[in-house]
C-alpha cells in the first residue's frame, strides 16, 4: 500500500515538472487548434458517377480566390489591431445635409443656441422679419424688392439662382436633431424655389460659421425666459394621453425615423433594457426588471425595486417583457406598450415606463 501511495505522489511531482504541456501544449491532447485552418488543403471536387443526375454541387463555404498566403514564420499568428480614426482638428460644427431636393444644415448645438445667430443673419441682411415665434423655432422673412437686400448677398444670389423672383417669402425653421444637442435648420421658399433654398442655406451655413469663430452669440431665450413654460428644445412634439378605453400612448410629432432613433437613445438613457428590435414592425423588446447596462455593470434597473423581487432573475421569464410599438399616423407617430401582439400591458405599468421614457425625449 505504502508502494502505491509513493508511486501516485511520484507521479503527480513528474507531472507538476513538466508543466501541463502534455495536456495543454503545442503537442498536447487539449492542445490549440485555432491556427489549424492555415495548414488545410483544398481537396478536389467530388465527382458523381457517370449516368447519374443531380443538381450541381456548390461549396457551402467558397474560398475567396485572392488570398494572401499565410507567414511561413513559426509561432502564433497575431490579428493586428485596426488603424485608429484620425479625427479633424478643428471641426466646423456646421454641415449641410441633402436628400433628394431637399437640404438642411445640421448644428452641434441646441436649438436655443441657434435661433439668435438664425435671426440676426436675417435681420443684418435685409430681409423684412414678418413674424417670430422663438418657442417653436419659426421665422418667418421676405423681401419686396431686391435692393433691399445686402449688396453681397444680392450679389451671390443672382449669380446662383436664375429668374429670381422680385418678392420672396421664406419660412425658417430651427428644430432638434436627430441626435441630442443637435439642431437642424430648414427653409422653405414661397413661391417654390429648390435653387434658392440651397443658395440660402449655403450663405447661412458659412455666416454661422464665422460666427462661431467669433465666439457665438448668445440664446435669446437665456435667463429662464421661457414664454408660457415652454421649453425651446421641445417645442410641443411629445406629448402624452390616453386612448378610449384609457390605455396610456405617447404621441411624437415627427417622422418615423427620427422617433425611432429618439426612442432608442431614450431607453438607453432611461436605463430600460432592450433585448431586441424589428424596425420593420416598429418594436423594442424591453425588459423592464432590467437596465440596460446589466451585464456590465451588474445592477438592477430603476424599474425592478417596484414590480421585482429579490429572486434570482430569469431573462426568459415572460412577466418581464414588453412590446414598446411605434406605429404610424399620417405625420404622427403613437407608442405604446404591449404585452404581446394581441395583449395590452397593465395601464399601470404602460404608465410607468412610457412617462419614463418621456423624460429622455425632446
Known amino acids: 500500500m505504502k508502494h502505491l501511495v509513493k508511486l501516485s505522489v511520484l507521479t503527480v511531482a513528474i507531472a507538476g ?15 490549440d487548434r485555432s491556427d ?16 447519374v443526375e443531380t443538381r450541381p454541387l456548390d461549396p457551402l463555404l467558397a474560398i475567396p480566390s485572392h488570398v494572401p498566403l499565410p507567414s511561413t514564420t513559426p509561432g502564433e499568428y497575431e490579428v493586428p489591431r485596426p488603424t485608429a480614426l484620425r479625427l479633424k482638428e478643428n471641426t466646423s460644427e456646421f454641415s449641410l445635409q441633402k436628400q433628394g431636393e431637399r437640404r438642411w444644415v445640421i448644428a452641434q448645438r441646441l436649438p436655443s443656441e441657434m435661433w439668435p445667430a438664425t435671426r440676426q443673419y436675417f435681420e443684418d441682411n435685409g430681409f423684412n422679419l414678418t413674424r417670430e415665434r422663438p418657442q ?5 422673412a421676405s423681401w419686396s424688392q431686391l435692393s433691399q437686400l445686402s449688396a453681397g448677398l444680392q450679389s451671390r444670389l443672382n449669380s446662383r439662382v436664375q429668374n429670381l423672383s422680385p418678392t420672396q417669402h421664406l419660412a425658417v425653421r430651427i428644430e432638434p436633431g436627430v441626435q441630442r444637442n ?34 457665438g452669440s ?64 416598429g418594436i423594442y423588446y424591453i425588459n423592464i426588471a432590467e437596465g440596460s447596462r446589466k451585464k456590465a455593470e451588474e445592477k438592477k434597473g430603476w424599474f425592478s425595486g417596484a414590480f421585482s423581487s429579490d429572486e434570482k432573475y430569469d431573462e426568459n421569464t415572460p412577466g418581464e417583457r414588453y412590446q414598446l410599438r411605434l406605429s404610424q399616423y399620417g405625420e404622427r407617430i403613437q407608442i405604446n406598450l404591449e404585452k404581446s401582439i394581441e395583449t395590452a400591458a397593465p395601464a399601470e405599468v404602460s404608465r410607468e415606463v412610457l412617462q419614463r421614457i418621456q423624460e429622455y425625449l425632446y
Request: charged content about 25%; proline content about 5%; some cysteine.
Open 36 to 51: 489549424d485552418y492555415l495548414k488545410d488543403r483544398v481537396a478536389p471536387v467530388m465527382q458523381v458517377p457517370a449516368g
Open 136 to 140: 417653436t423655432g419659426e421665422l418667418d
Open 218 to 281: 448668445v440664446s435669446l431665450l437665456a435667463g429662464g425666459e421661457r414664454p408660457q413654460g415652454q421649453q425651446f428644445d421641445s417645442p410641443g412634439r411629445v406629448s402624452y394621453s390616453e386612448d378610449g378605453n384609457g390605455m396610456p400612448l405617447l404621441n411624437l410629432d415627427t417622422d418615423f425615423n427620427r422617433a425611432w432613433s429618439s426612442v432608442g437613445r431614450a431607453l438607453e438613457e432611461a436605463d430600460i433594457r432592450v433585448d431586441d428590435l424589428n424596425r420593420t414592425q
Open 182 to 215: 443637435t439642431s437642424e435648420l430648414h427653409i422653405s421658399a414661397a413661391p417654390s424655389s429648390p435653387s434658392l433654398e440651397g443658395a440660402l442655406l449655403d450663405e447661412l451655413m458659412l455666416a454661422l460659421a464665422r460666427n462661431e469663430e467669433r465666439g
Open 17 to 31: 515538472a513538466s508543466g501541463c504541456g502534455w495536456l495543454y501544449g503545442e503537442k498536447g491532447y487539449f492542445r
